[in-house]
């Protein structure tokens, strides 16, 4: 029998100071993750000086944790990997430099991993029957992304959101309509007493033939809508019914939704896909999963969903692929910088 790997994850790209230990990309021996939710709750979005400091803090008692809980001991570990990319420089840093430092001392390999590829991933968590090809769509706060995937650790990129991501999209709307940080569960939440139907706002699609996103027209549209294009209904807001609100978010949540769907579909189709998958936390929406099942099922495919647990920012992802790239002998060095932008 081959000797089992266990590869220790970190992830600091942005509002989450997480460590977990993966055995074979697959068997989760422990998953930590610290949120600082209520740190930028009151700025209705992420603080980076804020992250940062929070980060230092927590990154080796969150690493400490994650060793314990997994039941190994250091030497177990076989190698250390780390989102180096996208996020916030001032958060990936942090990581970076605890994952080298415990790589030097322990003497292990290190990995750097791409934390949207890692999401991509987290959709495999159960399953290792990944029926080619693929395409994947990958939605979270700072990225909304189409790959063809022919493989788990290099994903082709397919089209992405010009300017907000679909999740920054659910933050901002949330914060027009008073509700909290972070926006998507808040708009969910909201939705469920509210019409989908009852205002028609814009589904960007940027041409018949585009795979590329766009969300900011959307986000302006609810806004002209809550307070007038001149703004003079600032505080309209303030006096709407739950009713109002309820149908603004349903509306909002289902036109995005219905073009994060379509595009899906029209990636699928154009690559002849047999499995679509679904990750990042804009994943975890329980409408946009069952729209993405119901489409999937109807063009006899595939899907792979990440389980709710694993759609936000996590290690486990971070450190299942680091599984696949400590296989195929992908390794990093001491030169291993923070990207704040994708490589692709
Ligand atoms: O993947 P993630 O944890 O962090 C990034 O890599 O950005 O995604 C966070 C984003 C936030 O914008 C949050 O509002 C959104 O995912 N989100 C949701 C839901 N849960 C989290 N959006 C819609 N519905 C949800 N249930
Ligand atoms: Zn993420």
Redesign the pocket.
């Known amino acids: 029998m081959e000797k089992a790997v266990n590869i220790l994850g970190i992830e600091t790209?942005?509002d989450?100071t997480a460590a977990a230990v993966v055995r074979n990309g697959t068997e989760v021996l422990a998953n930590v993750v610290s949120s600082q939710i209520e740190l930028h709750q009151k700025y209705g979005g992420v603080v980076p000086e804020i992250a940062s400091r929070a980060h230092i803090e927590k990154i080796y008692p969150i690493v400490d944790q994650a060793i314990k809980q997994s039941g190994l001991n250091n030497a177990d570990i076989d190698a250390v990997a780390i989102a180096n990319q996208p996020?916030l420089t001032v958060a990936l840093v942090v990581g970076i430099t605890a994952a080298k430092t415990l790589a030097l001392v322990w003497e292990k390999p290190l990995i750097a991993i791409n934390?949207?590829h890692a999401?991509l991933q987290s959709a495999m968590m159960e399953t290792t029957d990944l029926q080619l090809p693929a395409v994947a769509l990958v939605?979270?706060?700072?990225?909304t992304s189409l790959y063809e995937c022919e493989n788990v650790i290099e994903p082709k990129l397919l089209g992405a959101t010009i300017d907000d991501?679909?999740?920054?999209a659910?933050?901002k709307v949330?914060t027009i309509l008073n509700l909290p940080?972070?926006?998507?569960?808040?708009?969910?939440k909201a939705a469920k007493d509210g019409n989908p139907a009852a205002i028609d706002f814009p589904r960007t699609m940027l041409g018949h033939d585009s795979l590329d996103f766009s969300f900011s027209g959307i986000k302006t549209a609810v806004l002209y809508h809550c307070c007038g294009q001149d703004m003079k209904g600032r505080n309209r807001v303030d006096k709407m019914t739950q009713k109002e609100i309820a149908d603004i978010a349903a509306s909002f949540?289902a036109a995005v939704i219905d073009v994060l769907v379509k595009k899906t579909e029209m990636a699928a189709d154009r690559f002849g896909a047999k499995t679509i998958l679904l990750g990042?936390?804009?994943?975890?929406?329980?409408l946009?999963r069952q729209e993405l099942e119901k489409m999937t099922k109807q063009s006899g495919r595939k899907m792979l969903i990440a389980p709710k647990k694993y759609?936000?920012?996590n290690a486990v992802m971070v450190a299942s692929l680091g599984f696949h790239k400590y296989k195929a002998g992908l390794f990093a060095d001491m030169t291993l910088e923070a990207k704040a932008t994708i490589d692709n």
């Open positions: 790209s942005c989450e996020g934390h949207i999401h939605v979270s706060g700072g990225h991501a679909a999740g920054e659910f933050d949330a940080y972070p926006g998507g569960p808040s708009i969910e949540q990042g936390g804009v994943g975890a929406n329980t946009l759609c936000t920012d």
